[in-house]
């Protein structure tokens, strides 16, 4: 059993930055992957970034690619993502996931670009 909390969202303007964390606990955290996803209200959920478990490699999606950075804390069980120059169509509810067995999603945290 494996469980997420995210945190971190927020209201910010056009251009702001905001940290989300992950914190996870349950199980042996630096040996699975980690990814981002976001739900804007009336669409589907779809993958932001993820980070491996070993090495460290990422992958983002295009909407995000060179604002967006996917990063992990292992020694605190934490994954984080950073977002800069935040756009209004970044305005959703982010959630974290742990690919792990049948798969684990926190609850979820608001984040809101609007000015």
């Known amino acids: 059993q494996v469980q997420l909390v995210e945190s971190g969202g927020g209201l910010v303007q056009p251009g702001e930055s905001l940290r989300l964390s992950c914190a996870a606990s349950?199980?042996?955290?630096?040996?699975?992957?980690m990814r981002w996803y976001r739900q804007a209200l009336g669409k589907e959920r779809g993958l932001v970034a993820a980070?491996?478990?070993?090495?460290?490699?990422?992958n983002y999606a295009d909407s995000v690619n060179g604002r967006f950075t996917i990063s992990r804390d292992n020694a605190k069980n934490t994954v984080y993502l950073q977002m800069n120059n935040l756009k209004p169509e970044d305005t959703a509810v982010y959630y974290c996931?742990?690919?792990?067995?049948?798969?684990?999603w926190g609850q979820g945290t608001q984040v809101t670009v609007s000015s």
């Open positions: 996931f742990a690919p792990r067995g049948s798969g684990y």
């Open positions: 349950g199980a042996t955290f630096s040996r699975y992957a």
């Open positions: 980070i491996a478990s070993v090495g460290g490699s990422t």
